[in-house]
C-alpha cells in the first residue's frame, strides 16, 4: 500500500512537472493582420518569448487648426516599427483569459515615419519626418479574427523643415487577423 501511494505521488508530480513545462505562454511568432479603422497592414514577428517586433503602414488621417477661420485636413501615409515587450502573459495565463495571437499588455519603443500628404484641403506646407516613442499598450484578438490594439506615450518628432518637439502618441487599430496564424 505505502509503495502504491508513492508510486501515485510520484506519477503526480512527473505530471504536474511537465504539464507546467508545457504550458509556458510565448508569443505568436508570424501574424499578419489588415486594419480598417486607419486602412493599412501590419505584421507582427516573435523574437522572443515575450518580445516582437511590429512592422505596420497605414494611412494616417491629420487635423491642423491654422487660424480662427481655417482648419487643414491630412491624409498621411505613415511607416512604424514596434520593439514590443508583453509582460502579462503568464498571469493572464494563469488567471485563465485569453492570451492567444499576443492578446495581452506590452511596453514598446517605437519609430514612426512619417510622410508627406497625399491629400490636403488647403495649400498647406506638409513635412515628413520621424518619431521615436515609449508607449504602453494592450492587443486582444477575439474569435481567432478580430483584432483590436491601443497604445499610448510620448515621443520626440524631427521634420525635414527643422522643427523638432515632444508629442503624445495615441494610436487604435481595428482590424483582422489574415493568413496562417503561427503559435510558437
Known amino acids: ?14 505530471s504536474i512537472g511537465f504539464s507546467k513545462s508545457d504550458t509556458i505562454p510565448k508569443t505568436s ?30 494611412l494616417s488621417f491629420a487635423s491642423i487648426k491654422e487660424d480662427k477661420l481655417n ?21 493572464r495565463f494563469n488567471k485563465r483569459k485569453n492570451i492567444k495571437f499576443n492578446t495581452a499588455d506590452f511596453i514598446s519603443f517605437n519609430a514612426i515615419g512619417i ?3 497625399i491629400i ?14 515609449v508607449s504602453w499598450g494592450f492587443q486582444r484578438t477575439y474569435w481567432y479574427v478580430f483584432n483590436v490594439s491601443f497604445n499610448a506615450g510620448i515621443g520626440y518628432y524631427f521634420l525635414e523643415n527643422g522643427n523638432e518637439g515632444y508629442d503624445f502618441l495615441v494610436n487604435y487599430k481595428i482590424g483582422f487577423l489574415i493568413g496562417k496564424r503561427n503559435i510558437h
Open 120 to 133: 490636403e484641403n488647403i495649400d498647406y506646407e506638409s513635412y515628413s519626418g520621424i518619431e521615436f516613442a
Open 71 to 91: 482648419r487643414a485636413y491630412f491624409l498621411n501615409n505613415i511607416l512604424e516599427i514596434d520593439f514590443r515587450q508583453y509582460y502579462n502573459l503568464a498571469r
Open 115 to 117: 510622410g508627406k500628404s
Open 1 to 14: 500500500m505505502k509503495t502504491l501511494l508513492l508510486f501515485i505521488l510520484f506519477v503526480l508530480q512527473v
Open 29 to 58: 511568432h508570424r501574424l499578419f493582420k489588415v486594419n480598417v479603422l486607419y486602412p493599412g497592414f501590419e505584421y507582427e514577428y516573435g523574437i522572443g518569448k515575450l518580445s516582437t517586433i511590429n512592422f505596420s503602414t497605414s
